[in-house]
């Protein structure tokens, strides 16, 4: 098993280009996350998909962020335009059940992002 | 006001020493208690949990919850250089649709 597997793992861009980060989640896991984490706000949910369908993206910041997952192998989350308050680290996870104690999060290494 | 409030440290103890880590949150609907560790530049893992109130011990670690005062504590007895990192408490309730709500996350260093 090769775990969540994230790309790039490390990305900079200038204001206004578009972003576009992938997700690859563990293979029958049926619930996908996407976090972003600063030191400022910590690690924040944006939005989460189940059987490949967003069920709640009341976290994602601003119309700038979408999010998308044509199957059950592949997610994207792209900004465009990109800000530079947009510089963070940006977590897939993907879990069987949900993501509670009984079936925790499995997380991928993580996209850094910087916006300059 | 955060649902999930956590020191962000940095901790530093020496090696041996019993390491508290706390946190609060004011959700009452929270049934869920998680502890992720996580190293420098990776993702979190899963480390411990509990369900309800209570604690839960695995090996070094122990895990409590008290949700008459809203606050959970990760205990680590005889801490080793290897415990260093950033410890994040999450939590989540059973009608809030899987959203796992995470502490800011409290850094450890254990000095050898």
């Known amino acids: 098993d090769a775990g969540v597997i994230q790309s790039p793992r490390h990305e900079v861009t200038e204001m206004g280009q578009e972003v576009t980060l992938r997700c690859k989640p563990i293979s029958g896991h049926d619930y996908l996350f996407w976090y972003r984490q600063t030191m400022m706000r910590g690690l924040e949910l944006l939005i989460y998909f189940n059987n490949n369908v967003p069920i709640d993206d009341s976290g994602m910041p601003e119309d700038r962020f979408s999010a998308k997952m044509p199957n059950a192998s592949f997610s994207n989350l792209k900004i465009q335009p990109s800000e530079p308050r947009d510089s963070a680290v940006y977590f897939c996870a993907s879990s069987l059940g949900g993501g509670n104690y009984n079936s925790p999060l499995h997380f991928g290494n993580g996209t850094r992002l910087t916006v300059t | 006001q955060k649902e999930v409030e956590q020191d962000p440290g940095p901790l530093s103890v020496p090696e041996g020493a019993i390491v508290s880590l706390n946190c609060t949150y004011s959700?009452?609907?929270?049934?869920?208690f998680m502890w992720y560790r996580q190293y420098s530049r990776k993702g979190p893992e899963l480390l411990m949990y509990t369900y309800s109130s209570g604690n839960k011990e695995d090996g070094r670690f122990t895990a409590q919850v008290d949700k008459s005062s809203k606050y959970i504590s990760l205990f680590i007895r005889d801490s080793q250089p290897s415990d260093s990192a950033t410890y994040l408490c999450a939590m989540s309730a059973p009608a809030g649709g899987f959203k796992t709500i995470f502490g800011a996350g409290t850094r450890l260093f254990v000095k050898a």
């Open positions: 959700n009452s609907a929270f049934q869920y």
